[in-house]
């Protein structure tokens, strides 16, 4: 079924906090491959949402000084979680390290994920019209879609 109202870029980034939530919520749970397999699959959501950010929802931050002051910590968190994925990369599930990085990855995630959807979203909402939201989550769709095979490539490397 078609959608008939276009969606805006916050709505976007809000549902892929939920789905990486409910990622990390089956990690949990999970033992052995199928821990790989949820650990493979928060690695790529999390690297395409950061990287799709960054082309897309950052850059129009910086076009307004009430969100400006956002981006920075928002890249250096980004940074942060790239680094600790990678370590959970290195790792197998049975190391005992690896649910610590798991735990640590999520409460960053935690911070992040809170910070902007009250903080930022409600600075851009003062900031954007619907149209402006709407465009950016065009953007951000489309360039999603071209990063995917680079993230899915980096997680097999």
């Given at each position: 079924?078609?959608?008939?109202?276009a969606?805006?870029?916050?709505?976007?980034?809000?549902?892929?906090?939920?789905?990486?939530?409910?990622?990390?919520?089956?990690?949990?749970?999970?033992?052995?491959?199928?821990l790989?397999?949820?650990?493979?699959?928060?690695?790529?959501?999390l690297?395409?949402?950061?990287?799709?950010?960054?082309?897309?929802?950052?850059?129009?931050?910086?076009?307004?000084?009430?969100?400006?002051?956002?981006?920075?910590?928002?890249?250096?968190?980004?940074?942060?979680?790239?680094?600790?994925?990678?370590?959970?990369?290195?790792?197998?599930?049975?190391?005992?390290?690896?649910?610590?990085?798991?735990?640590?990855?999520?409460?960053?995630?935690?911070?992040?994920?809170?910070?902007?959807?009250?903080?930022?979203?409600?600075?851009?909402?003062?900031?954007?019209d619907?149209?402006?939201?709407?465009?950016?989550?065009?953007?951000?769709?489309?360039?999603?879609?071209?990063?995917?095979?680079?993230?899915?490539?980096?997680?097999a490397?």
């Amino acid at each position: 079924m078609a959608k008939t109202k276009a969606t805006d870029i916050l709505s976007l980034i809000e549902a892929e906090h939920r789905q990486v939530e409910k990622l990390f919520a089956e990690a949990e749970k999970a033992k052995g491959a199928k821990l790989v397999e949820q650990f493979n699959q928060i690695y790529i959501a999390l690297s395409l949402h950061a990287r799709t950010e960054e082309l897309v929802f950052y850059p129009a931050l910086r076009e307004y000084e009430e969100t400006e002051q956002y981006v920075e910590e928002a890249e250096e968190e980004h940074e942060e979680v790239s680094v600790i994925l990678e370590e959970i990369k290195a790792l197998k599930p049975t190391d005992s390290e690896f649910k610590e990085k798991m735990s640590e990855l999520k409460e960053t995630l935690a911070h992040h994920i809170e910070e902007e959807e009250s903080e930022i979203f409600n600075a851009v909402r003062e900031c954007m019209d619907e149209q402006e939201l709407i465009e950016l989550g065009q953007e951000f769709q489309e360039a999603k879609a071209k990063l995917m095979p680079d993230i899915e490539a980096a997680l097999a490397m």
